[in-house]
């Protein structure tokens, strides 16, 4: 079959539209059964659902730690112990040296919560060493290692190679915005 460009304009326009139209209404479908089960979860991302079928949201106020940390990480580009995060606020925040315990309490605090709920970062270790360095684990590979670059830099930093991450451990979101950066 051959047709003229002008056809084909035509054609391209009609399946476009069908296509808009016909997911919107596979989207209610789905809304309308995520309710009707009660499931918690979203079917395509796992995000948390309420009983209502809209995607849930964070309550509470939101710390300024986890996006410090995100952003010390990022501009560093390699790999940072608790120590150095917390130096840095200090040095940056213009904070005295009293108060290094409540800034260290509230980085350990927002660490583990990107770590453990958020998934955004992990810490890496070396084999037979106590200290921890925090990395982004957009930085890993699916094998748990990190990137060459990022290797460089823990071996400048730490002395040493760091250890394999388990990547199968890394959480998955479960709010919509967590999908999204900081």
């Known amino acids: 079959m051959d047709f003229t460009e002008k056809e084909i304009a035509a054609m391209r326009l009609f399946y476009e539209d069908e296509r808009t139209r016909y997911s919107a209404h596979l989207r209610h479908i789905d809304k309308v059964l995520t309710k009707l089960r ?3 979860l979203e079917i395509d991302n796992g995000v948390l659902m309420t009983k209502t079928g809209v995607k849930a ?3 509470g106020p939101k710390s300024i730690w986890g996006k410090y940390i995100l952003d010390q990480l990022e501009e560093a580009d390699g790999p940072m ?3 150095m995060l917390v130096n840095r606020a200090l040095e940056l925040k213009n904070l005295d040296f009293n108060s290094a315990g409540i800034v260290r309490a509230s980085i350990l605090n927002s660490a583990f919560r990107l770590r453990s709920i958020h998934g ?3 810490t ?3 084999l037979g060493k106590k200290e921890k360095f925090l990395i982004l684990a957009s930085w890993l590979d699916e094998t ?3 990137s060459q670059k990022h290797q460089d830099i823990f071996v400048k930093i730490a002395g040493g190679a760091p250890e394999r991450v388990d990547t199968s451990r ?3 979101p479960k709010y919509d915005e967590d999908l999204k950066p900081l």
Request: charged share 40%; no cysteine.
């Open 38 to 40: 009660g499931k918690k």
């Open 57 to 59: 949201k964070k309550r």
């Open 81 to 83: 112990s608790y120590k």
């Open 120 to 122: 955004k970062i992990t």
């Open 124 to 126: 890496v270790g070396q």
């Open 144 to 146: 748990g290692t990190m």
């Open 170 to 172: 890394l959480p998955k």
